[in-house]
């Protein structure tokens, strides 16, 4: 025997699917299903009883409702199907009131019937022909039985099959009545629940375009804001060399002079290029994502070309760097990214750190991480600066000696140590100094996300 799912799906595809056939097309197949069942036991029953002409009335509907039933579900005439139902099921019970003995037969019932179908299937714009058609034909029924009794003949044989086909008729009335209300009522709650599933996608949607929205300002205020940044600090080199070029043109320098140039120029290009390779790796990361490559990494090794040359750029300001890293600590990184971050990082205390000042650092070992600081004793960070240090809200500063940075250098440090599963923060006072701290794993222990 089918289990009771797999009836439910039988009876979804006998009457339609709901994505493909509108509520009242679905209620009217299912009708006709019904009086098909209904109309195979009432052709028999009512021959049986002694009522042939009942008997062949409903083979008739029988045949009528398969084919309407056809032309709908199959061939896909909804409206057209609906119509004939309307006009052939009012005729075909005007018929059955005369020959089913009229008030005393069941016929009413039947009216009252079709009557509710009428209002399940038909679209809402007929509601107001049919209900008014089907009490005025019924009302002249029973007027013209009132007046011309002779006209409706009694065409029962006894009392008893007069109560049989009295309860026959009730229990199909009452049983069609019950399937189309609870029919109505499960399509309602269906419909409910899948209109507030898509409210709910809508909302989720218009929720995710708000962000997208808001992500999208903050790339463009991000790109306008580097737009101006290398519009104003390419500027200021090529006006200096385009000012010393009208020097040497329009005056006698002497060499002193010329020397002094020369070095202003050499500083200034150098800064440009810095500012010119941290917004080329910025835009890098941004364009293809952060994907770091890990790997075992000896730091003292690692790090020892980049602390000599930022030793000697730190003698040129007469600077000291020290550090001193445990020769035995191993890290797990990617060995680019962390010459990057620390070059930025070495370079910022240099550039920020007055003549003779001092520059440490230095590596301490916090299961499961390593913990690198770098420490200077120069000017600091304001407290209005320190929120925004991580990102492309922080200003463009000049250092000690007017070195001039972009502002990108440690937003970069940040995505990259993020992007190697490690953490970076500081700890500054102004006009006292300032530490920052890198901790990165020393163990491959952390799963490396590609940062779009």
């Known amino acids: 025997m089918p289990s009771k799912p797999e009836l439910l799906k039988l009876w979804v595809k006998l009457s339609g699917d709901p994505s493909e056939f509108p509520l009242n097309a679905r209620i009217f197949h299912s009708v006709c299903l019904i009086s098909i069942f209904a109309l195979c036991y009432n052709v028999p029953f009512n021959y049986l009883i002694g009522l042939p002409d009942i008997a062949l ?100 044989d006894n009392r008893f099959s007069q109560f049989v086909d009295h309860m026959s008729a009730y229990a199909v009335v009452a049983a069609i009545a019950y399937f189309c209300t609870d029919y109505i009522r499960r399509s309602y709650e269906a419909e409910r629940v899948s209109v507030a599933e898509k409210s709910k996608a809508i909302e989720q949607q218009n929720d995710q375009i708000i962000l997208q929205n808001q992500e999208l300002e903050r790339l463009n205020a991000e790109k306008s804001k580097l737009m101006s940044i290398v519009a104003h600090d390419l500027r200021s080199p090529l006006a200096s060399i385009q000012n010393f070029l009208e020097l040497l043109t329009q005056h006698e320098l002497e060499e002193k002079q010329k020397l002094e140039i020369k070095n202003d120029l050499l500083n200034s290009t150098k800064n440009t290029m810095a500012m010119l390779s941290k917004l080329l790796d910025w835009s890098k990361s941004q364009l293809y994502g952060v994907t770091p490559n890990p790997e075992y990494l000896n730091l003292n090794k690692a790090l020892e070309t980049t602390l000599e040359i930022e030793k000697s750029i730190a003698a040129g300001k007469g600077i ?133």
């Open 57 to 156: 009335a409903s083979l008739v509907v029988l045949i009528i409702c398969g084919g309407l039933y056809y032309a709908s579900r199959i061939k896909k005439k909804i409206s057209e199907s609906i119509l004939v139902i309307n006009i052939v099921g009012l005729a075909l019970f005007i018929v059955n009131y005369f020959l089913n003995s009229g008030q005393r037969g069941p016929t009413d019932l039947f009216f009252l019937l079709f009557l509710l179908l009428s209002i399940a299937i038909s679209p809402v714009d007929q509601y107001k022909i049919w209900i008014p058609v089907n009490i005025g034909i019924l009302l002249i029924l029973n007027l013209i039985e009132y007046f011309y009794p002779q006209a409706v003949p009694y065409t029962y």
């Open 320 to 452: 000291t760097l020290h550090y001193d890293i445990d020769p035995d600590i191993t890290i797990f990184a990617d060995n680019d990214m962390m010459q990057l971050v620390l070059r930025n990082l070495i370079g910022n205390a240099i550039k920020f750190t007055r003549d003779n000042g001092h520059v440490t650092i230095g590596a301490e070992v916090a299961l499961p991480n390593c913990v690198i600081s770098i420490q200077d004793d120069g000017i600091g960070i304001s407290k209005e600066r320190q929120a925004d240090i991580f990102s492309l809200k922080a200003d463009s500063t000049y250092g000690t000696k007017n070195e001039k940075g972009v502002g990108l250098g440690l937003l970069l440090c940040m995505e990259f140590i993020k992007a190697q599963g490690g953490d970076i923060w500081f700890e500054s006072q102004p006009e006292t100094g300032t530490c920052f701290y890198i901790s990165i794993p020393m163990k491959d222990t952390t799963t490396f996300e590609k940062r779009k």
